[in-house]
């Protein structure tokens, strides 16, 4: 799935750049469309499609709840669902999660409780037996589960995203340019880092500045690290004061979609931007050709102060050169 870095524009003429620029992005967010299709298709997504719905989704009482007592867990099941349905075990000296499940039983069609505490309720109703009463939702239970970190076996199936390549100098131009941008950077370390599976954040204004406040987990990647930079910045540029949360898988879209171009544009292989997209996007790619305008003004605006910063860093560090020697 992986798609050459070359670039294919070099944007240095001033009359023609624009339009180059447009086209270029044009032509790379199509590319970016057929290779999520690819993605979509492949076994491998299929795959890993497979083992997500095999996972609940939480309530949020119960998320809550797992947060609480486990704030890195990521993936949790049951311990009998965990050994008979993923072959994984867990490890011995776990504490467990507790959890609310409900209990799901043959309930009474007048008072709506079990057949047992019907019996010693007041609720007079024998019009019919109890075993043929339909089943319904009598109450909640504690229940054990645990993260996937608490567990040994078999692997699950992951989507490689990564992004790949040189990104030594777009690193320090990136947290250099954040200030440009109006935006509050920070890379943190992974011992310290406490939004679990996530690679980056884009948090609420800071106080002190009232930029976005951007945070990224550190990682020895760093073209992956560029990546997460650029698609958190792309969060500040778009969409930082969007309240609806109906929109957040479109955010997700135009967020990854201009880190795709961007990072493409400075030589990084982004085409693991495929399988995140499609683990957001579903079956409808067409929709991040449809946003565009959004996604080309946005990359457009970082390649420009990239470049610049990354020119002032060169000849910083070419004037610091000639004065050692």
Known sequence: MAVTTERTASFTDTETRSDEMNSTIETWVDDLVDLVDDAAASEEFKAWLDVQSQFHD???RNTLLIKQQCPHATRVAGYNTWANEFERYVQEGESAIWIWAPIITKQCPECGNSASYHEDSSCEYDETPSEEWSKG??????????DVSQTDGEPLPDLETEAYGDASNLVPALLESAEQLDVDAQ???SDEWTYGEAKGVCKQRCPMTMHPQVEVKDRDN????AGTLIHEFAHALLHFDIEDRDERSKRELEAEAVAYV??????????GSA??????N??????????????SNTAQ?????????????????????KGNN
Do not use: C, H
């Not at 961007?262 to 085409?271: A, K, P, Q, T």
């Open 58 to 60: 939480y309530s949020y």
């Open 137 to 146: 939702l009598v109450g909640f239970k504690p229940t054990a589960v645990f």
């Open 187 to 189: 890379i943190v370390s």
């Open 222 to 225: 760093q073209a992956d690290l």
């Open 262 to 271: 961007v990072g493409r544009y400075f030589e990084l292989d982004m085409s």
């Open 275 to 280: 399988f995140y997209l499609a683990a957001w």
């Open 282 to 295: 579903g079956d409808d790619p067409e929709v991040i050709s449809n946003r565009l305008g959004r996604i």
């Open 301 to 321: 605006e970082l390649i420009d102060t990239l470049e610049r910063e990354l020119e002032r860093l060169s000849k910083a560090e070419s004037n610091a050169d």
